[in-house]
């Protein structure tokens, strides 16, 4: 049965909010309505985020920077306008931090090659190390990887609790003197765990190591202040934050990012080229070779504009509760096994869980027959399932948009998942 919670404290008018996301209206499923609760994966878009992509490829689409004519400044204006919104967002104390990429995978493989290549005191070699953590996302693990094959430096690692918190018990033995650069995820993709960003980044700066924050899972959800992490790079992806896809940021301190050099090499991230050799055209253009993505960025503004009219501070008191009230629903349903933090504290608004002996992709299947989308698998975050000797894990994760409702249709339909295995 559906249990109604009343009004739940910190919501949002998800009423009035839904309303700007069209697909929220589908029905799939022969008349099932949309219940999306994969938003850890992507994120659905607002009206005001599609109109802005249409008004640009409609009104001013034209490249960027290298124009004198109408539509190329009219273009230029909006790209630049966007890294202006971006700073804004995250605090940058200045827009010359924010690089765009495709996607938080190329921001964070940019951080590992720039440091492959770098001069001293940066360069990471074989006798250095690279510190990451157990709960990592695939792409904040690979590029360390290879980076650590390449150059020959060690990879360290954080392990987990039982509680799916880092271990951080021995923190003076992982990071180390020899640490170049520490890398971890400020809120877990496959667990919703917010880490403790405060001990980490003090430790390393007690022995001069680089902090890399990926806050994909932060960015959309909650206030992200790159100067209060204290981080020296921090990268995240639009489209899990109402933009679209393709659309990826890295913020870097600008010292950092004048000292590093490029990884890509091309149009528009140069200053003078000849063929003996060729100088670079300072931050943020001088990593972000050739025509970039400059209809997602403007797209990604829209998100921004969004998300700020709002209010992060709001969404995320709204995401609290909803998460609150799922860990409690979803703790009434028999065999359920919730993998990582078993309350609402200290976490985000995904949740991971398995349901006895029935594999998550059978339960995502059924729950799909019933309209409800949910995400099955290892989540790129395959160490996490084999730290806990599961094959995968279903999650549901929220958003803005996110109700009530859709938790107990959530639980209503894990219980007709039992019914059908048996």
């Not at 999306?36 to 994120?43: E, G, P, V």
């Not at 539509?71 to 931090?97: C, H, I, M, Q």
């Not at 492959?116 to 590029?143: F, K, L």
């Not at 063929?275 to 001088?286: D, E, G, L, R, V």
């Amino acid at each position: 049965m559906t249990q109604l919670p009343g009004l739940l404290p910190g919501l949002l008018d998800t009423e009035a909010i839904r309303k700007d996301f069209p697909v929220l209206d589908r029905q799939v499923h022969e008349g099932h309505k949309l219940v999306y609760l994969d938003n850890a994966a992507t994120s659905q878009k607002p009206r005001q985020v599609l109109d802005a992509l249409n008004e640009y490829y409609e009104r001013h689409n034209a490249n960027v920077h290298r124009g004198v004519h109408v539509l190329a400044e009219e273009a230029t204006a909006l790209y630049e306008g966007a890294r202006d919104k971006v700073a804004a967002f995250v605090n940058a104390p200045s827009r010359d931090e924010v690089i765009f990429t495709k996607n938080a995978s190329e921001s964070l493989n940019l951080v590992a090659n720039m440091l492959g290549w770098a001069d001293e005191p940066y360069r990471v070699d074989r006798d250095t190390e690279i510190v990451i953590t157990e709960m990592e996302h695939h792409s904040n693990i690979v590029p360390w990887q290879l980076l650590a094959q390449r150059t020959g430096a060690q990879l360290k690692w954080f392990g987990l609790t039982d509680e799916g918190r880092l271990d951080l018990s021995e923190i003076d033995r992982v990071i180390t003197e020899r640490t170049k650069v520490v890398s971890f995820t400020l809120v877990s993709n496959i667990m919703g765990t917010v880490n403790p960003v405060e001990q980490i980044v003090r430790r390393a700066q007690e022995v001069g190591a680089l902090v890399v924050v990926d806050a994909s899972q932060a960015a959309p959800h909650m206030v992200l202040d790159v100067q209060a992490l204290q981080a020296d790079f921090v990268a995240f992806t639009g489209h899990k934050m109402c933009g679209p896809t393709g659309i990826g940021v890295l913020w870097g301190r600008q010292e950092l990012l004048e000292d590093l050099p490029p990884f890509l090499g091309g149009g528009e991230m140069i200053e003078t080229v000849s063929m003996s050799s060729s100088t670079y055209a300072p931050a943020p253009h001088k990593f972000e070779a050739g025509t970039p993505p400059i209809a997602q960025a403007v797209g990604l503004g829209a998100a921004v504009d969004y998300l700020t009219s709002i209010g992060m501070e709001r969404i995320a008191r709204h995401e609290h509760a909803i998460t609150e009230y799922a860990v409690r629903r979803l703790k009434e349903v028999p065999d359920l096994r919730i993998i990582g933090p078993a309350t609402a504290e200290d976490r985000g608004a995904a949740i991971s869980f398995t349901l006895g002996d029935i594999h998550p992709h059978d339960v995502g299947q059924v729950l799909d027959e019933q309209g409800i989308a949910v995400r099955v698998g290892h989540h790129c975050a395959r160490p996490v399932c084999l730290r806990y000797g599961i094959p995968a894990t279903t999650r549901a994760s929220f958003y803005l948009y996110s109700t009530p409702a859709e938790v107990d249709a959530l639980v209503d339909g894990l219980e007709h998942v039992r019914n059908f295995f048996g």
